[in-house]
């Protein structure tokens, strides 16, 4: 089949624009002119003018029109023609918003960085050290809260340039798993205990891993924790340990335990512990930190650091926001370093 050059392509197809495709879709979504016309804030004889110049054009096209009016109150019908044009319109209006984030990514015009809860000072250092120079080339920042378990998924899409966060290693897969992307490693370390059991049931300052079953315990089984508990423990660890409570936020866990509804231990990285110890964490105030002797299954730690695609930072220019940010992470690390 001869593909069409640019002056081949019928006018009617070259006079629909992206704006007649996004109305269509949100008809589509909306069910009526209406619906779609309230979701846009344009008056419902703008929408439906698009749409009948859409079912002619496309009448013509194709011998058949995209959607066809159902009577007062009830939802325009869509046509098999209409129905395949609307997936089309989303592919097309999807391709083009993702080749100009590209564009502007390379060019360094906007940069999409995630952070975890618990990593976000140290973007916000970061971003001081570099404000002035974001402001100067005009740079869109744009930061995403991004869970554990999303991290790396989040990189391959390309939907964050970078990422401040953390990462389960076990001893035999970090070479695989790391393989993809350039690592500034900040820190490793494992596990923690936050306790409101008293010293005389839990005594000490830590205590060995292949001793949890005798606890019992709220994790967190979507993130790290879980993790760690599967590389210990097995993908059945929930039949060899006692789990008191299931939970999806750390503040939760703390509540928990402090209000004494839950009498037991809370698995938390040592990051968490340590605050949790020092005062810094006011919200796990008056429960005891243990550290967590991991004796069993594989070495297993918490990798705490920045990551970006590999590769992706050396095509770019040392003043491309990429890289003065990488640059201002370093940095930060090195002072934390200094001051720890």
């Known amino acids: 089949m001869a593909l069409c050059g640019p002056q081949q392509y019928p006018t009617e197809l070259l ?4 704006d007649q495709l996004r109305t269509l879709i949100v008809v589509h979504e909306a069910g009526t002119a209406l619906g779609a016309a309230r979701r846009l804030g344009r008056e419902q004889s703008s929408v439906q003018k698009q749409l009948d110049t859409m079912n002619r054009t496309f009448a013509a096209l194709c011998g058949e029109e995209l959607v066809r009016k159902q009577g007062r109150g009830r939802d325009a019908l869509f046509t098999a023609t209409g129905e395949a044009l609307v997936g089309l319109a989303r592919r097309t209006l999807g391709e083009w918003a993702e080749g100009v ?5 390379r060019l360094g015009r906007t940069l999409s960085v995630g952070t975890t809860r618990y990593t976000l000072g140290f973007l916000l250092d970061a971003a001081e050290r570099i404000g002035e120079d974001y402001a100067r080339a005009n740079v869109d920042l744009k930061v995403t809260h991004v869970r554990t378990g999303d991290l790396f998924t989040k990189l391959r899409s390309t939907e964050l340039d970078l990422v401040c966060g953390s990462v389960v290693v076990t001893e035999g897969e970090e070479t695989e798993l ?3 992307y350039e690592v500034m ?3 490793r370390s494992g596990l923690s205990l936050l306790t409101n059991l008293p010293p005389d049931r839990l005594p000490g300052t830590s205590l060995p891993a292949h001793e949890l079953d005798r606890l019992p315990l709220v994790i967190s089984a979507r993130g790290l924790i879980g993790r760690f508990l599967t590389a210990w423990y097995g993908t059945d660890y929930r039949q060899k340990l006692s789990i008191a409570a299931e939970i999806e936020a750390a503040h939760y866990g703390f509540e928990l335990l402090r209000s004494g509804l839950v009498s037991g231990a ?9 605050a949790a110890a020092d005062g810094r964490l006011p919200e796990a105030g008056g429960l005891r930190t243990l550290e967590i002797v991991g004796d069993v299954g594989p070495r297993t730690e918490v990798l705490v650091g ?5 590769g992706e930072r050396a095509s770019y220019p040392p003043g491309h926001p990429l890289n003065l940010l990488w640059k201002a992470l370093s940095a930060e690390n090195e002072r934390w370093w200094l001051q720890s």
């Not at 920045?306 to 590999?310: M, S």
């Open 101 to 105: 984030h590209d564009a502007r990514r």
């Open 306 to 310: 920045v990551f970006t695609r590999r």
């Open 266 to 274: 809370m698995l938390v990285t040592r990051g968490i512990g340590e």
């Open 185 to 187: 490693e900040w820190r």
């Open 15 to 18: 006079d629909t624009t992206m």
């Open 178 to 180: 790391l393989a993809p």
